[in-house]
């Protein structure tokens, strides 16, 4: 079996991806990881060639921003790196900029890969999602979180990104996929809130013009993480590959977990899903099988 990592990348350094420890969180069982560096403001690119893996595929790629539609771009630029992956792969695993895989879960993902590489049916690996918010002692434990996501698909050239890079399609229609027991911890939430205020105001404009950001956007020089409606305490461990960021954190976050901020439908909504599990007008862009 072969399995190649696949992502993109912009700016990582200006705008403090952990897309280091991204890649270096799957890299152990990937023979090769293609990663599209988009046209930067900083160092991303020797940021990257700092991993020093053979496996590591940089293309050097120039983001379209004029593709605001649905954050087009993000999917663009996944292709991209998608369309590089070695043809005799039998899986690709997708990886964003901010997500990163804990160690504990790479023996049960590959024995995944290995169960379902003849079982044509399966064309992609289904994800559960941890999102980590403000700091590193908090989760997002609200429906404005997505909870899972495909994270792995087939070596499939028809199966191409969507909207903006947050699943899969093949031929626009649902991927058939297989919900594995490993998670996705998301860190998009966690950076200064300078740095954090920068990024919400540059990614807007993935999906808006300046005009509509300025109006739209506050101008603070620095984000309100307090602006969130439930979190409650992360009591696991983190990835190794993160540890060092969760020690070098230069702000404070703090917050109530008690403190909720729900309408009464979404107290309702909530109070269902805690008590079935099932999460009433979930969105699902994939069909598990």
Wanted: hydrophobic share 35%; net charge neutral; glycine share 4%.
């Amino acid at each position: 079996m072969k399995v190649s990592g696949f992502s993109f990348i912009r700016n990582a350094i200006k705008y403090d991806y952990p897309i280091v420890e991204s890649i270096k969180s799957i890299l152990p069982i990937c023979d090769e990881f293609v990663i599209a560096v988009g046209e930067s403001d900083d160092k991303t690119n020797e940021l990257i060639q700092s991993i020093n893996s053979p496996k590591i595929k940089i293309i050097d790629t120039v983001w379209d921003d004029s593709l605001r539609k649905g954050g087009e771009v993000l999917a663009k630029e996944t292709d991209k790196a998608f369309s590089e992956v070695a043809e005799d792969s039998d899986w690709a695993f997708y990886i964003q900029g901010d997500e990163v895989i804990h160690e504990k879960y790479l023996d049960e993902i590959k024995n995944k890969m290995q169960k379902f590489k003849d079982d044509a049916k399966v064309e992609g690996l289904l994800f559960n999602y941890i999102h980590f918010y403000g700091s590193y002692d908090f989760i997002g434990d609200s429906r404005k979180w997505y909870r899972r996501e495909v994270r792995i698909v087939r070596n499939d050239k028809s199966i191409h990104s969507f909207r903006d890079a947050q699943g899969f399609r093949k031929n626009n229609k649902l991927l058939k996929v297989k919900q594995i027991d490993a998670k996705v911890y998301h860190y998009g939430w966690v950076k200064h809130p300078e740095i954090q205020q920068a990024k919400q105001k540059n990614f807007h404009l993935l999906w808006h013009d300046k005009n509509w950001v300025e109006k739209n956007i506050d101008n603070d020089t620095e984000f309100d993480y307090l602006n969130i409606d439930s979190l409650r305490q992360f009591e696991g461990e983190h990835p190794e590959v993160i540890k060092k960021r969760v020690l070098d954190k230069n702000w404070a976050f703090s917050f109530d977990p008690l403190q909720k901020c729900f309408s009464h439908k979404l107290k309702f909504l909530n109070f269902v899903e805690k008590k079935t599990g099932w999460r009433l007008g979930e969105y699902k862009n994939y069909r598990l099988i």
